[in-house]
């Protein structure tokens, strides 16, 4: 193989390498953010969640500041009965105290579904609080190794960088021009490597002439469809 053509093949596979390096790089913060999401939905949960039992928790103390007004009404509309002279103000204090009574009783059966809602409140609070802990944990684990794994990508990105350059240096400015606009117009993929006979950027079929020419001479030989440069690996 021609020596030009040598380079050119490893600078390619330099540059598709370097290619997958960035890709893999740029991909890191999005799957952090993707774990810091799964953390954020697990501690609104539970934030939400403890904000609704204070919401139950309020209720009730309201409920229960009324049910001690009611009393308190109570006690005192039934010392009026000791007080009243006729028979007309009895039966209204009767009637008021059996209304007081029954704003009682549902006041009362109102704090005890209330005070259920609690407990089940609480359980799944505990809940929800356990999978914020454990989305957490699994987050900040993420981002331990991703950012290890970022490190290690940057500087393995930086030594092929520095590869790149010193073999940029070896190739003919003309063939790297050309490589240069090959690799821009055909997504970083300038050379194709020929199997089969075939030209393995676009499938077309080399002709035998071309194929001789491949491997028998020093020429650079492009794919008479795709344009791109023709290569036999060995």
Known sequence: MNEQLKLLVNLQDLDLKMLDLEKLKNNIPKEIEQNRENFKSAEDEFKNEESELKEIQKTIRLKEGTLNDETEHLKKTQVKLNEVKTNKEYSAILKEIDSIKERKDQ??????????????????????????????????????????????????????????????????????????????????????????????????????????LLTSSENIISCPNCQRILYVRE
């Open 107 to 212: 006041l009362e059966e109102g704090i005890i579904v209330l005070l259920d809602k609690v407990e089940i409140a609480k359980e799944k609070i505990e809940k929800s609080r356990g999978k914020a802990s454990q989305e957490k944990k699994i987050w900040e684990d993420v981002v331990k190794t991703k950012e290890n794994e970022l490190k290690s990508l940057e500087e393995e990105i930086k030594k092929n960088q520095l590869e790149r350059e010193d073999l940029v240096k070896k190739v003919d400015p003309k063939l790297l021009q050309r490589y240069q606009k090959l690799s821009k117009h055909h997504d970083k993929v300038a050379l194709a490597e020929v199997k089969n006979k075939s030209c393995q950027g676009c499938f077309i079929t080399i002709s035998p002439q071309n194929f001789n």
